[in-house]
Structure formats: structure tokens, C-alpha cells
């Protein structure tokens, strides 16, 4: 039984699946290469490219692999505004800097 998950995941993923499928394309592949090349079955491929919430991140991994773009993942979660403004919030209210071994 899958979970139902928010809107904007559900639309994310569908656009995550939509540029995968544009990039096999780009590259003349078929679904049945792809899958060879992930070693992962048709099915799961086509899923991917259709957005379907419950295939493992390890399955994207291996598809983007297979089309050399595995290191497109790296950029996830890069830009963490919100992040950095609670990070930012804490040290304001923070009197000093811990204590370190001084270097003379």
C-alpha cells in the first residue's frame, strides 16, 4: 500500500521524471538500454521517468549513472536558505566563540 505523498513532492517528482526521460532521449537511448545499463528492470525505469513516489533514490542513482549524470545529485539540498538563517539566528545570540587550542 503506498503513501500518499504532498502535492509539491508528487510535482517534483514528475519533473525529476520528465528531464530523466528528456535525457535519455538527448542520447538515443531506449528504455531496455537504460535498464541494462542501470541493472535495473524496464519497469523501474519507466517509473522513474513517470514520477512514481515509491522507487528507491539507489534506482534514480543508477539511471543517472548510466547516463553519466550521477553527479547532478550533489547539487540537492546545496542552497539551504532556510538553513542558514536559523544558523544564522543561533550565533547572533551566542555571546562569544567556544573556547579553542590557540595556535601562538
Not at 538527448?26 to 541494462?36: H, M, P, Q, T, Y
Not at 547539487?75 to 566563540?97: F, I, P, S, W
Amino acid at each position: 500500500m503506498a503513501t500518499k505523498v504532498p502535492r509539491r513532492v508528487a510535482n517534483n517528482l514528475k519533473i525529476v521524471g520528465e528531464q530523466i526521460r528528456l535525457a535519455r532521449l538527448r542520447r538515443d537511448l531506449s528504455i531496455a538500454e537504460i535498464a541494462a545499463r542501470a541493472t535495473c528492470s524496464e519497469i523501474s525505469v519507466m517509473r522513474v521517468e513517470k514520477g512514481a513516489s515509491t522507487v528507491a533514490i539507489g534506482i534514480y542513482m543508477r539511471i543517472l549513472y548510466a547516463m553519466n549524470l550521477d553527479e547532478s545529485v550533489l547539487y540537492l539540498a546545496q542552497n539551504d536558505d532556510v538553513g542558514r538563517t536559523l544558523q544564522d539566528v543561533q550565533l547572533k545570540n551566542r555571546q562569544r566563540a567556544s573556547r579553542g587550542i590557540v595556535n601562538t
